[in-house]
């Protein structure tokens, strides 16, 4: 990267609100390392606020072994969540709003309690007020995912362009979230399923990650926020007239209308 962090994110953010198809970011615009594409996410985060609303929660990306060895990492990655874009279930998405938009099949946690130190499994899951199903919206620019790299996801905030959310379900601790089932259907026709344990284990194993990066970044979850824990179904890519339908068992199904 030629840049320093603040010019690559005003370029990588107009990349976006140009909704311009590209195969991969420029070189020049891709950070060296994971920590420069941090620096990087974090000044799109200051320049989008303004236009998407403040930060209200965040997504977790390359949770599975496949996709962390696609990109070359060993961890996974979180971008921010704005709060113009976070959607409750039925929700209504204008696919020319989007390049290319993209949906994933999520459990999302909303906390009842800050974490600015992180902490541990009990920690992290005392401080879930309550789990609910969950479709992420990404807007991936068509980018060739055979040229992925986690630096370049990062610098552009993993893609995200917000969540719809089913009814949050405050009893979620009767539940095993390594055994709930994530199913993901379009127009009445099942695309993929998976389990709780797809993600990291657990989702709350991805919560707990988020919580002690974001923590020794200065940036530690807050009461409210909502974090979503990773896809357990490919990225898939709804048209014009699509119903989409991510259902979680015994934490509700969100709806999302492509139009």
Known sequence: MTLDPRQAAERIAGIFRARRSID????????GTLDEAYQVREAY???????????VGYKIGLTTPIMQQLCGVDEPCYGAMFQSEIRQSPAEVRVADYCRVGIETEVAMRLGAD??????RARIEA???????AIEVLEDLRHDYKRLSARSMVAGNVWNAGCVLAAPVTDWRQLDLAAVTYRLAING??????????????PLNALSWLADRLAADGRPL?????VMTGSTVPIQFP??????????SGLGRAELVAV
């Not at 991969?24 to 950070?31: F, K, N, R, T």
């Not at 974490?115 to 541990?120: A, K, N």
């Not at 048209?239 to 979680?248: K, L």
């Open 222 to 226: 807050r009461r409210g926020m909502v």
């Open 115 to 120: 974490l600015p130190e992180g902490g541990g």
């Open 45 to 55: 985060e200051v320049i989008e606020v303004p236009r998407r609303g403040r930060v």
């Open 127 to 133: 401080a879930v007020e309550s789990c609910m199903a």
């Open 189 to 202: 026709r099942e695309i993929g399923a998976g389990t709780g344990a797809d993600v990291m284990g657990n």
């Open 239 to 248: 048209q014009p007239g699509d119903r989409a339908v991510v259902e979680v």
């Open 24 to 31: 991969a970011l420029p070189d020049a615009l891709i950070p």
